[in-house]
């Protein structure tokens, strides 16, 4: 297995392969930085053209353009407060921060070192998964879904904030996700919730404009108050920030290494979906405050909080791939149209891909960490240029920007309700921002709802009350107390039994 | 150099008067650009079918214009079917590619329908969709007289009404008595084949296309197929042959009648015939393109074109179904 493992290492470094792969690395880094357009839409649009390319090739192909698209998407989130991609929302909360304190440089180090690591850890866990990954995907049934993601939800106790008051703020826009979950077809007889009679609602509502709106709109609508430049006052940016930003993410290596095998983890899970990882990532970072002031610093521009994101995206490729070559099931939508690719060359996913055609699993493991290698190298040249723009004139900047948020909405449905859809959220996202109330539970809500109502309704379906009773079931509902506990004791100032009241 | 300047920008404004008289001789689609509009996002079938399409269809139109895919996803394509029926030009140069359920969608007046499937003019299906439902290869039962008295009841996975995976096992539980329990609500046909894995349910209807991979692994084997059949599962017996009655009869071919024009592909109405028939001799001749069916073999397409004469036929009887079974029909469908 090892001889294949490094076989598969020249395969991937031949040159006709490894052109390949910089074709994709190129197009996915562009992806990547421009807002909406995400990297599961750029794979469907890159799939035509690998009908006549043998399999290593094609993989290097789509991999490399698909395993960069999230580091980049970072590098917008940072700079700017707009969501690169859907995935890399979390790391606006503190990334965005920093960079309005004038630490872009550092911030961006900070998140493409941890995307690194994060991509190495994925797709390290993707070459130790093979000899069990049978076992480890199909231990998970619906229960067991339906738990992990209240496990998710749990985590909206350490994503609000602190006292008894940001403890009801962050239940109630918690909710307020989960209500927001609903609107759409539901998922199991058809029946049409919170559509107000548009068509554009019947599949629920769209990620992209929702959360290009609530976080971008906000900071423009700030940028052009503030009459300044991203990083106001700021001393312009110095190479050593970057260089600080590296450090950071060796200094918390233990964090930036326990958030990549969160996100390597709901990787493997089938249908949790991969805007989730960022911001379980991003709340075990925030659990990693030791005092109460520690904690306030969260959201203020903390590095942990762009180190936990950054690398749970990066490591969710890994494992997302796990079920996507062992079983033919993909983990996430990416994954889903990869699966396309396969059986455009040939390949059937299955146990075969661990076996007779070992050599190409071992590929895409390569593809996944030499890909990122190159970006995040790339990027660094890069960074400090990348950094200045923070120092440009808001005015010049907002035309800019505003373009890019609107064609980001626009492109998730190419429909002017796309274009409504980030208005409304830019005009919540605003009032809670100015109202201080924590923008993070509401997507968590959102992003978890239709998760949990799902396998719920499977698992009471299946299995009636029984699911209850199954060990890991069990394990997890202790993980929930385990993580509610935990952000309690945290709150400090909080008496414990108000906030258990809280929570249910 | 300034004269060449000015005389090359006279060139290209003048060009369009000089390209005029001669357009008459031309090629139908010389030098213009056609559309294809997909009611999904990129990436699933039907956009991967239109974009195979689009690859092959220049070479066969006369002119060989460039032929673009654009998405216009949502409410399972009834926002794009509205915009090709109500919206477009019929210039000849937009054609849609819609949900074959649409037809049943306007049987049973979904809401939201603003458009009339036989009004539509039909360039085609270029393949059909042939659903079978499988059960695990370690269950007792081999033919499907067999589930009439399974025990326990065989646990059937689905995604959701109005998809293969809920209404083919719906109507043989519900009307040839089989022995099923479904369990609705699962993300995608592929999530279903993991929960089948994992034994959370013992088998799933759908696609014989994205099934085969399964039974040729030996997880699952087929029992019973709907109406529209490729060479492969043609011995199995029809869904319609398990029930007695014309009218159960009846009420199941209306469910399988879209799957023989499982990938639609209109213009919008009045688009002139001669453009339709280019499209008709076109997408004949794609269908017969030895490249074109090796990739679409690979992308797991059933290539089978139904010319947009027959497939209008097709959709006419559907929605001239007698209004008893159409009443039935309504009980156990709904367009989703």
């Known amino acids: ?504 | 150099m300034r004269a060449f300047v000015v005389a090359v920008a006279l060139c290209l404004v003048a060009s369009p008067f000089f390209t005029g008289p001669v357009a008459g001789q031309q090629p139908l689609f010389a030098g213009k650009t056609v559309t294809i509009i997909v009611g999904y996002n990129p990436g699933g079938g039907y956009d991967l079918v239109a974009r195979l399409i689009a690859r092959y269809l220049p070479k066969y139109l006369p002119g060989n214009p460039a032929v673009v895919v654009q998405n216009m996803p949502g409410a399972n394509s009834i926002i794009a079917a509205n915009h090709v029926y109500t919206v477009a030009k019929p210039d000849g140069l937009t054609i849609g590619a819609f949900n074959r359920n649409l037809i049943l969608g306007q049987l049973v007046k979904a809401p939201g329908i603003r458009f009339d499937m036989t009004k539509f003019a039909w360039v085609g299906s270029p393949a059909s969709e042939t659903t079978v439902l499988t059960i695990r290869n370690d269950l007792p039962y081999r033919a499907a007289t067999d589930l009439l008295k399974a025990d326990p009841a065989v646990i059937v996975g689905a995604t959701g009404p109005g998809a293969s995976t809920y209404d083919f096992p719906l109507l043989l539980k519900a009307l040839a008595k089989f022995n099923l329990r479904i369990i609705s609500g699962y993300p995608s046909s592929a999530d279903i084949m993991l929960a089948v894995e994992r034994k959370e349910v013992d088998g799933r209807a759908g696609s014989y296309s994205s099934t085969k991979p399964f039974i040729d692994r030996g997880l699952v084997r087929s029992i019973v197929r709907g109406r529209a059949s490729v060479p492969d599962i043609a011995q199995l017996p029809m869904d319609e042959d398990l029930v007695p009655d014309a009218r159960s009869k009846a009420v199941m071919r209306l469910r399988s009648s879209p799957e023989i024009i499982g990938r639609p592909f209109v213009a919008p109405p009045g688009t002139p015939e001669e453009y339709i028939r280019a499209y008709w001799d076109a997408f004949t001749k794609v269908a017969q393109d030895k490249e074109f069916l090796v990739d679409a073999d690979k992308a797991g397409f059933e290539i089978n074109y139904v010319r947009g004469d027959q497939a209008l036929q097709i959709s006419r009887d559907v929605l001239g179904a007698a209004p008893d079974i159409v009443k039935v029909f309504t009980q156990f469908f709904s367009f989703n």
């Open chain 1, 1 to 504: 297995m090892l001889e294949t493992f490094l076989q598969a290492l020249l395969e991937v470094l031949r040159w006709n392969a490894s052109s390949f792969m910089l074709i994709g690395v190129v197009v996915g880094f562009w992806v990547g930085l421009l807002p909406g357009i995400g990297g599961a839409t750029t794979l469907a649009l890159m799939l035509p053209f690998v009908y006549r390319m043998a399999p290593v090739q094609a993989f290097a192909f789509l991999l490399g353009m698909h395993s960069v698209v999230s580091t980049t998407g970072e590098i917008t989130s940072i700079l700017f407060g707009i969501p690169g991609e859907a995935t890399t929302v979390a790391t606006i909360l503190d990334g965005h921060a920093m960079a309005k304190k004038g630490q872009a440089g550092r911030a961006l180090g900070a998140s493409l070192t941890s995307s690194l690591i994060g991509a190495i850890v994925g797709a390290a866990a993707l070459a130790l998964a093979i000899p069990i990954v049978r076992p480890l995907v199909l231990m998970f049934g619906s229960p067991e879904f339906f738990m992990l993601s209240i496990v998710g939800i749990a985590f909206i106790a350490s994503l609000s904030g602190r006292g008894p008051r940001g403890m009801v703020r962050g239940f109630l826009t918690g909710c307020l996700g989960l209500l927001l979950a609903a609107v759409g077809q539901d998922p199991q007889v058809g029946v049409q919730r919170y559509t107000l009679q548009q068509l554009y609602l019947w599949n629920g509502l769209d990620l992209v404009p929702v959360l290009v709106g609530f976080f971008a709109i906000p900071e423009i609508i700030d940028l052009a108050v503030r009459g300044t430049a991203i990083a106001a006052d700021a001393p312009l940016g110095r190479l050593s920030q970057v260089r600080d930003g590296v450090i950071d993410a060796f200094r918390h290596i233990w964090l930036v290494i326990r958030c990549s095998l969160i996100g390597t983890y709901i990787g493997i899970i089938p249908g949790v979906g991969g805007g989730v990882a960022q911001w379980i990532a991003y709340a075990h970072a925030v659990q990693s405050a030791k005092t109460p002031a520690e904690r306030d610093g969260f959201g203020k521009g903390d590095v942990r909080g762009v180190l936990g994101p950054g690398a749970a995206v990066n490591s969710k490729e890994g494992g997302a791939l796990i079920p996507t070559i062992a079983f033919g099931v993909p983990g996430s939508s990416a994954m889903a149209i990869l699966l396309g690719g396969f059986f455009v060359v040939g390949l059937v996913p299955g146990p075969d891909m661990l076996t007779k055609h070992l050599d190409v699993t071992m590929s895409m493991v390569w593809t996944i960490v030499v890909a990122n290698i190159i970006t995040v190298v790339a990027s660094f040249v890069f960074l400090n240029r990348l950094a200045r723009l923070t120092n440009i004139r808001g005015a010049l900047l907002i035309p800019f920007l505003a373009l890019l948020t609107f064609l980001g909405a626009y492109t998730s449905n190419n429909s002017l309700n796309d274009i409504i859809v980030a208005l409304v959220f830019g005009g919540l996202g605003y009032l809670m921002v100015r109202y201080r109330w924590p923008r993070a539970p509401l997507v968590l809500g959102l992003v978890l709802g239709e998760v949990a109502e799902r396998y719920l309704w499977i698992s009471v379906a299946r299995y009636g009350s029984a699911w209850l009773a199954r060990p890991i079931v069990v394990l997890l509902i202790l993980l929930v107390i385990g993580v509610i506990g935990s952000s309690l004791r945290q709150q400090g100032t909080l008496p414990k039994r108000q906030g258990a009241v809280g929570a249910t």
